[in-house]
Structures are given as structure tokens and as C-alpha cells.
């Protein structure tokens, strides 16, 4: 018998504060939520730790969303994680 495999684990970046925003959403289908703003705290996150995948919510005007993208997309080591943006 095999154990019991672990949640996915998601880091989300929201670009609002509401408590029960977008990681309450992905909370609520079962998988491992952690959260950040967009920038350097989230890159270290994910230099940090494990993430199966990362949910970037960006506003029409959001510059930090943006900037976040390119920089997570710059660095060789955590190019390979898939984000899912979200508007």
C-alpha cells in the first residue's frame, strides 16, 4: 500500500489583502497554500521552499506583478516553476 501523497503546495501572490481572496479559493480545492506580495519577499520564498506552482494575481495597472514575472523568469533556478496569472 502505498502513502498517501501530500498536497500540492502553492504559493500565491495576491495583489489585495482580502483574507479569504484567491488562497482561500485554491485553500478551499485541497492544496497546500502559503502567500506573499509580489517582489524580492516572494523570490526569496521560492528560493526557500518547495512550490508546485505559483498563482500571480495582477490588477490592469499592477507594475509589481509584472516586475515579479520577469524576475522569476530571469533566474535559471526558478524559471521552471509554472505560474498561473490570474487578472
Known amino acids: 500500500m502505498s502513502a498517501p501523497q501530500a498536497p500540492a503546495r502553492v504559493l500565491v501572490i495576491e495583489a489585495g489583502d482580502a483574507p479569504d481572496g484567491l488562497s482561500g479559493h485554491v485553500r478551499r480545492e485541497g492544496y ?10 516572494a523570490l526569496a520564498k521560492l528560493r526557500a521552499e518547495r ?3 505559483v498563482v500571480l494575481e495582477v490588477g490592469a495597472s499592477d507594475q509589481d506583478g509584472t516586475r515579479f514575472l520577469e524576475a522569476l ?9 509554472p505560474v498561473i496569472v490570474v487578472s
Not at 523568469?73 to 516553476?81: G, I, N, Q
Open 32 to 41: 497546500g497554500v502559503d502567500t506573499a506580495a509580489p517582489g524580492g519577499a
Open 51 to 53: 512550490f508546485d506552482l
Open 73 to 81: 523568469r530571469s533566474d535559471a533556478e526558478l524559471a521552471p516553476v
